[in-house]
């Protein structure tokens, strides 16, 4: 099993488990203080530890949408949306506001470059390089896209070629950019790991 696919399962496991305890302790302490007055209750939000997001996704969600729908000329509400559901690796949802984000904004390499992850993250390999290189056009040498594009290329058309170059000129102007290792191990390997 590949090393990323066995943290990013641990990862997962642990985010689990502890939303589950979460859950379950706050059940308890509900109950716990059920017989309380109302107003000495606490806050849902004071249940949980401190920095933690709420656990309602879909509330939040659901707020989130309605802010971008209210303000359809907000490219900032668009894309709070977007990245709540990238976030939540909700790519096609995610695709949706990113694609609205950059109709206001399209200089926004940031958005550009999340997008073109949603489409990796997708399989859709020749559009997930079309918006790095649309990436690129405006941001010469942005190391995300520049990591991005290698890894489109070589899991989609499996151009090694192109992918290696992609790769040199990261690691020219972004030496110490976490994926250099990475991409350099799988331009390494006979043929690319799907």
């Not at 606490?42 to 939040?60: I, K, M």
């Not at 990261?170 to 290792?181: I, K, M, T």
């Amino acid at each position: 099993m590949r090393r990323d696919l066995l943290v990013t399962a641990l990862i997962f496991g642990v985010v689990g488990f502890a939303s589950a305890y979460l859950y379950f302790n706050q059940t308890a302490n509900r109950s716990l203080l059920g017989s309380l007055p109302e107003e000495l209750l606490p806050e849902e939000s004071s249940l949980l530890p401190e920095g933690h997001p709420p656990f309602d996704v879909a509330q939040r969600w659901q707020e989130l949408r309605e802010q971008a729908e209210a303000s359809p000329e907000d490219s900032r509400a668009a894309l709070e949306l977007a990245n709540f559901l990238y976030d939540l690796e909700r790519w096609d949802d995610a695709v949706f506001w990113y694609r609205r984000t950059l109709e206001l904004d399209p200089r926004n390499t940031d958005a550009r470059t999340d997008l073109a992850t949603c489409y990796y993250n997708l399989e859709r390999f020749d559009e997930a390089m079309a918006a790095y290189r649309g990436v690129l056009e405006l941001e010469r040498n942005k190391p995300q896209a520049l990591y991005g594009l290698a890894l489109a290329q070589l899991r989609g058309p499996q151009d090694k070629a192109a992918a290696r170059r992609s790769y040199q000129q990261l690691r020219r102007n972004y030496p110490d950019f976490p994926g250099v290792e990475h991409l350099e191990q799988l331009l390494q390997q006979e043929s690319p790991r799907r």
